[in-house]
């Protein structure tokens, strides 16, 4: 079955980056839709960013400048190089694949203000999360 492993969380001082790693097993990275979304302690899960089969990308505001979203189809691995933390950059990180591609459904950049609810139902696969903080 498909499964998505995040890796390369920790802790970094403000100003700090990290790359996150999203691995996947019997999915081929690029064949839909995949992305980031991160939940903070008391808040709802929120996008990040997110990229379409053809390549093209999309951020949150938020992260806009400093977040940047890739994959290697080679490795089979999705990507997340984040510059500048900053201490509301704190939460724990989920990268999600569509793998199954609904008649309903919405564009990939469309996942990123998608309700819980919504982006549960079209990117179907979910990795554990990986803890960033972020310390001042």
């Known amino acids: 079955?498909?499964?998505?492993?995040?890796?390369?969380?920790?802790?970094?001082?403000?100003?700090?980056?990290?790359r996150l790693s999203c691995a996947?097993?019997?999915?081929?990275?690029?064949?839909?839709?995949?992305?980031?979304?991160?939940?903070?302690?008391?808040?709802?899960?929120?996008g990040v960013a997110v990229i379409d089969s053809d390549g093209s990308t999309s951020n949150a505001d938020?992260?806009?400048?400093?977040?940047t979203i890739s994959q290697d189809n080679a490795k089979n691995t999705l990507y997340l190089q984040m510059n500048s933390l900053t201490p509301e950059d704190t939460a724990t990180y989920y990268c999600a694949?569509?793998?199954?591609?609904?008649?309903?459904?919405?564009?990939c950049a469309e996942m990123l203000v998608a309700t819980t609810e919504e982006a549960t139902k079209y990117l179907e696969v979910w990795g554990q999360g990986t803890l960033v903080t972020v310390s001042s």
Do not use: N
Not at 24 to 46: I, L, N, S
Not at 62 to 67: L, N, Q
Not at 97 to 107: C, G, I, N, T, W
């Open 1 to 18: 079955r498909v499964q998505l492993v995040e890796s390369g969380g920790g802790s970094v001082q403000s100003g700090g980056s990290l």
């Open 62 to 67: 938020s992260v806009k400048g400093r977040f």
């Open 97 to 107: 694949a569509d793998v199954f591609l609904d008649s309903d459904q919405p564009p």
């Open 24 to 46: 996947a097993a019997d999915y081929a990275v690029g064949t839909y839709c995949m992305g980031w979304f991160r939940q903070a302690p008391g808040k709802e899960r929120e």
